[in-house]
């Protein structure tokens, strides 16, 4: 597909606060140093309009320069960060969203999250106020979580004030979240997909290779149009400029039922990162 294609069939979900996001952006986890800019150019020239980076990754300031050095209208980007588990209470929290807009310099962020809910601290609910907060001051547009689980969703909700608009979650063909998607699904918020091709583990399973030779497609662009089809955000990650185009080159076909229960029969529970009951 060409990039003017993808930027325009690539579905802008609405978001539980009126916002508009691409459904499929890129993660740049682990894509730091000299690279990271050059990386993200090519990765809007390749159509992507969405990043997904965190205070923790340590490239904030290269996905500004990126932005600020793109040619393309800031509001035709969508930017998510993420404020991270040293930074929970209010204080704390609004110290490192000022700190997160001075790195990327790029008058507002779209979507920022609380990267873990870390209940062992129990401040994810005065973290959650100093999100709030941050919207009213223009610097931050739509306010969100990652790795919660139904429960901690619940404390955050029954406490009153905003319901995130995303719960950016693990969920891949090994790890299908299905009780954390219904209680997203209940409260009006969207699933987002992180590590959504489980970092390659899938590339060479038989059900995706039978699926990828059924369409003619790799195991990336089969993996990404499977979340599109489920109605997941999703931010598959690669360093590669030469993978960027065809990783999100998933607009023009489409996975049949058979597909889609073959997939679903991957599930097993396959959990690669931490335990958010426990990290
Ligand atoms: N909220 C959280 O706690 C959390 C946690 C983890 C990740 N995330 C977010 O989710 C994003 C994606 O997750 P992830 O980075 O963990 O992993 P991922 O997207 O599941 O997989 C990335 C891996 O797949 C490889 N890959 C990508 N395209 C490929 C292709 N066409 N052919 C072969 N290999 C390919 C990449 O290699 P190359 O890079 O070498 O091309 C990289 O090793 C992150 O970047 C981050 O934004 C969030």
Redesign the pocket.
Same mark, same amino acid.
């Given at each position: 597909m060409d990039a003017k294609s993808i930027v325009e069939l690539n579905p802008k979900v609405k978001l539980n606060n009126g916002q508009l996001i691409p459904q499929v952006g890129?993660?740049?986890?682990?894509?730091a140093g000299e690279s990271a800019e050059p990386l993200i150019l090519s990765a809007f020239e390749a159509g992507y309009r969405r990043i997904?980076?965190?205070a923790f990754?340590g490239n904030e300031p290269e996905v500004g320069a990126a932005v600020r050095n793109s040619g393309l209208p800031r509001e035709e980007i969508f930017v =998510?960060t993420?404020i991270w588990k040293d930074d929970h209470g209010y204080e704390r929290a609004l110290n490192a969203i000022d700190e997160s807009l001075a790195r990327l310099d790029i008058d507002y962020i779209d979507m920022l999250?609380i990267?873990?809910p870390s209940p062992a601290l129990g401040k994810f609910v005065e973290t959650w106020a100093a999100l709030e907060k941050s919207l009213e001051s223009g610097g931050v547009r739509g306010i969100g979580v990652?790795?919660f689980q139904p429960d901690h969703l619940a404390t955050l909700i029954s406490a009153g004030g905003t319901v995130p608009a995303i719960n950016?979650?693990?969920l891949?063909p090994g790890f299908h979240q299905a009780e954390v998607r219904a209680a997203n699904d209940a409260h009006g918020i969207l699933t987002?997909?992180?590590?959504?091709? =489980?970092?390659?583990?899938f590339?060479e399973d038989p059900v995706i290779e039978s699926i990828m030779a059924k369409h003619n497609r790799?195991?990336?662009?089969v993996?990404v149009r499977w979340h599109v089809q489920l109605g997941n955000l999703v931010?598959?990650?690669?360093?590669?400029a030469s993978?960027l185009q065809?990783?999100i080159s998933v607009f023009d076909f489409e996975l049949d039922e058979t597909d889609m229960d073959a997939i679903a029969g991957l599930d097993a529970g396959l959990r690669?990162?931490?335990n958010p009951d426990e990290f």
């Open positions: 890129l993660g740049v986890y682990k894509v997904d980076t965190a990754y =998510a993420k999250l990267h873990w990652s790795n950016q979650v693990e891949h987002e997909a992180w590590s959504p091709l =489980a970092r390659g583990r590339n790799s195991a990336t662009q993996i931010i598959p990650k690669t360093a590669t993978r065809g990783n690669t990162g931490p």
